[in-house]
T-cell receptor, first 113, second 115 residues
């Protein structure tokens, strides 16, 4: 009964480095999402996927990339990290976002220095 | 496009007092509406959801919300606050007018409960 698993929980990156935030779900959900949470700003959608092989941009996709090769996994790639990417990142999945809402992971706190 | 406005970034109540957290939405089509709660250093948990059945929706931990189409509101209430209710609360909307199957979140309201 793992739900949505995010790794790592914490990470410090130097400017210009790259990394991948991992997200896996075991509920066979087709819909998966990446949000970032900044203080006082709520959650902003970075990328989402409606099924394996299908991804689309959200509100704030610049500086990020995603892939969805399987139903279970939805990694988020940061290329050339910048201080503006310091944030808490949440992955979520859903059977149907209208009727069921989301199941969230516990988040990854990323600091870029 | 849909949007959500949460009035009041911080709300403070005394233990045992009424909790009222405000949420107004904008959508050109009938929306689906959600309230989530986030405890410190955790992810978000679903409190309740409105999916066009009953306009008064009951959720977990004694919370409820009423959908009012005429006021485009979905305010969250709880009759008597408990210390354990201290958290951040997010209202979210899902609407088909953008074609994007994703939730749009408000900026959040931090609830403080005073003893």
């Amino acid at each position: 009964n793992a739900g949505v698993t995010q790794t790592p929980k914490f990470r410090i990156l130097k400017i210009g480095q790259s990394m991948t935030l991992q997200c896996a779900q075991d509920m066979n959900h087709n819909y998966m999402y990446w949000y970032r949470q900044d203080p006082g700003m709520g959650l902003k959608l970075i990328y989402y996927s409606v099924g394996a092989g299908i991804t689309d941009k959200g509100e704030v996709p610049n500086g990020y990339n995603v892939s969805r090769s399987t139903t279970e996994d939805f990694p988020l790639r940061l290329e050339l990290a910048a201080p503006s990417q310091t944030s808490v990142y949440f992955c979520a999945s859903s059977l149907n976002p209208d009727g069921y809402g989301y199941t969230f992971g516990s988040g990854t706190r990323l600091t870029v220095v | 496009a849909q949007s959500v406005t949460q009035l009041g970034s911080h709300v403070s109540v005394s233990e045992g007092a009424l909790v009222l957290l405000r949420c107004n939405y904008s959508s050109s089509v009938p929306p689906y509406l959600f309230w989530y709660v986030q405890y410190p250093n955790q992810g978000l948990q679903l409190l309740l959801k409105y999916t066009s059945a009953a306009t008064l929706v009951k959720g977990i931990n004694g919370f409820e919300a009423e959908f009012k189409k005429s006021e485009t509101s979905f305010h969250l209430t709880k009759p008597s606050a408990h210390m354990s209710d201290a958290a951040e609360y997010f209202c979210a909307v899902s609407a088909m007018d953008t074609g994007r199957r994703a939730l749009t979140f408000g900026s959040g309201t931090r609830l403080q409960v005073q003893p």
